[in-house]
């Protein structure tokens, strides 16, 4: 297999919306994408061959709370490891933003399915006795 790099925080607006349509997520406006983009804390890509094949994103204030908004792995490279890598180094880039004596958030939405994977790398499923559920609105305009 080629080599695998990593390439943190060079992620296009043209590879974002690939890999986002290789999994079948709802569609951007270009606009969108970009506004994403830049309004990232961080990103990563994982490239084999110098082509695509996953990128994660992060979202937060980098202080208290970070949130996993992407982890995305293209179909042809899954069970490869890569969804692993992206996760080690998402939580590994979170771990350098903490500040010592203190404790930060790090937050996902999981697909349905998933669970066991982000469980594998410490995350706990809500609602637990102490946590209520996590909850999501969409505000729609779309015509």
């Not at 079948?24 to 961080?42: C, D, F, I, P, V």
Request: hydrophobic content about 45%; proline content about 3%; glycine content about 10%.
């Amino acid at each position: 297999m080629a080599e695998l790099e990593l390439r943190e925080n060079v992620i296009d607006v043209d590879t974002y919306l690939k890999l986002r349509a290789s999994v079948g997520w709802k569609k951007l406006t270009r606009a969108q994408a970009m506004a994403a983009l830049e309004n990232s804390l961080y990103t990563v890509g994982l490239y084999i061959a110098d082509q695509p094949v996953g990128m994660g994103r992060l979202v937060g204030d980098g202080a208290v709370i970070c949130y996993i908004q992407d982890l995305i792995v293209h179909p042809n490279a899954q069970g490869m490891g890569v969804g692993h890598m992206l996760m080690e180094r998402l939580i590994a880039y979170v771990d350098s933003l903490t500040e010592e004596g203190t404790e930060m958030m790090l937050d996902l939405m999981c697909a349905k399915g998933r669970e066991e994977f982000y469980s594998h790398h410490g995350f706990l499923a809500r609602p637990t006795a102490n946590l209520g559920p996590g909850m999501i609105r969409y505000l729609d305009k779309r015509k």
